[in-house]
């Protein structure tokens, strides 16, 4: 036994696994988010804010932007964020975005929220007058997570229109 170990140990260092301390796997990634949006909505409350409704269309437009930044494909920022409002297709009457990234830590969404509370503007996106969010978030293979909430008040006369006329369709 203690020579198969020496030989694993030997195959381990010429033929050596990738570097990767914790893999991010889908399962992983979304729980990061879930996570992420308790974290916004605790600090709202904590703060005698209204808490923000977690939206499924946000959320995949969120996770696309970080996955293009973690692929290297859109520059990490805010870039074609009207872009982003676009493809949520949502009447909004404001929206705002706050994205982050990081490598190194054992939770990564925990250090996102903490590098947006010690931001003013972040934190301000944080607080804002909004009712609807979504969050999204892509790691690269040597662990560089990216992280993107975009944040939504809805244009309520819009809304309100759209549920009267769902109510009239359905009858």
């Given at each position: 036994m203690r020579r198969f170990s020496y030989l694993i140990?030997?195959?381990l260092n010429i033929f050596p696994l990738p570097a990767i301390a914790q893999e991010f796997d889908k399962s992983a990634l979304l729980a990061m988010e879930q996570a992420l949006y308790l974290r916004v909505n605790e600090y709202r409350t904590a703060h005698h804010l209204p808490q923000l409704t977690w939206d499924l269309r946000i959320?995949?437009?969120?996770?696309?932007?970080?996955k293009s930044m973690a692929e290297g494909r859109a520059p990490f920022g805010h870039?074609?964020?009207s872009q982003r409002l676009k493809l949520i297709a949502l009447p909004y009457r404001a929206a705002s975005e706050n994205v982050a990234a990081n490598s190194g830590y054992e939770q990564p969404d925990i250090q996102a929220m903490a590098d947006w509370l010690s931001s003013p503007s972040h934190r301000q996106n944080l607080e804002g007058r909004y009712s609807?969010?979504?969050v999204g978030i892509a790691c690269t293979a040597d662990e560089e997570c990216f992280f993107t909430q975009i944040f939504i008040q809805e244009n309520a006369l819009q809304t309100r229109r759209s549920a009267l006329?769902?109510?009239?369709?359905s009858l």
């Open positions: 140990a030997l195959l959320s995949a437009v969120a996770r696309q932007h970080s870039e074609r964020f609807r969010t979504g006329v769902s109510n009239k369709t």
